[in-house]
């Protein structure tokens, strides 16, 4: 079965950390970017950034540069989001998902991690 | 990069038609890429594409859902509606250097 597998629900203090993983099974998941992607309470998709097959290329959009780092192992199928110095507005719920490589589109998609972001 | 532009809702009755907008600028929707994909989110569960290279449906995607671009708008149309299309509706495009940009996103009500 062709999926990604999410890690848990985090609640955080303002400027903690939070680190993510993002686990694939199913696929070749060695010819796929990994996308991450935002989606606050009530607010739309918002893109956050990608990396690349190997995980030695990494695009941020211009509102999480700075404050995310995206990792791979590929050992694992595993790609991870860290996201630090986190607001309360960041509580959000944050998804993975899989391009084939130059394919242009997600899919699939993970199930979601809530990140709650609270003193 | 800003969102791409589309309305907060749309509705309409079962059997009828209903077409989303989805309006970029000449950096995004307009940069000659054809990398535009559409996305039914329903609350709680992961989006799910249902459009990609601006108007190509995947496999088990029903034929109800078409989708074109023209100039710095891209639009997807949703036949036959249904009770189960009710969901909010992204659209999503490549701008270039690695980089994607989503749509405000569409709450598509079926009345």
């Known amino acids: 079965q062709v999926q990604l597998v999410q890690s848990g629900a985090e609640v955080k203090k303002p400027g903690a950390s939070v680190k993510v993983s993002c686990k694939a099974s199913g696929y070749t998941f060695s010819d796929h970017y990994v996308h991450w992607v935002r989606q606050a309470p009530g607010q739309g998709l918002e893109w956050m950034g990608t990396i690349s097959p190997s995980g030695d290329r990494t695009s941020y959009a211009q509102n999480f540069q700075g404050r995310v780092t995206m990792t791979r192992d590929t050992s694992t199928s595993t790609v991870y989001m860290e996201l630090t110095s986190l607001r309360s507005d960041d509580t959000a719920v944050f998804y993975c998902?899989?391009?084939?490589?130059?394919?242009?589109?997600?899919?699939?998609w993970g199930q979601g991690t809530l990140v709650i972001v609270s003193s | 990069q800003s969102a791409l532009t589309q309305p907060a809702s749309v509705s309409g009755s079962p059997g009828q038609s209903i077409t989303i907008s989805c309006t970029g600028t000449?950096?995004?929707?307009?940069?000659?890429?054809?990398?535009v994909s559409w996305y039914q989110h329903h609350p709680g569960k992961a989006p799910k594409v249902m459009i990609y290279?601006?108007?190509k449906r995947p496999s088990g995607v029903s034929d109800r859902f078409s989708a074109s671009k023209s100039g710095n708008t891209a639009s997807l149309t949703i036949s036959g509606l249904q009770a189960e299309d009710e969901a909010d509706y992204y659209c999503c495009s490549y701008v270039g250097r690695s980089t994607y940009v989503f749509g405000s996103g569409t709450k598509v009500t079926v009345l």
């Open positions: 290279d601006v108007s």
């Open positions: 998902a899989s391009e084939k490589s130059g394919s242009g589109w997600f899919d699939p």
């Open positions: 000449s950096s995004d929707l307009g940069g000659g890429y054809n990398y």
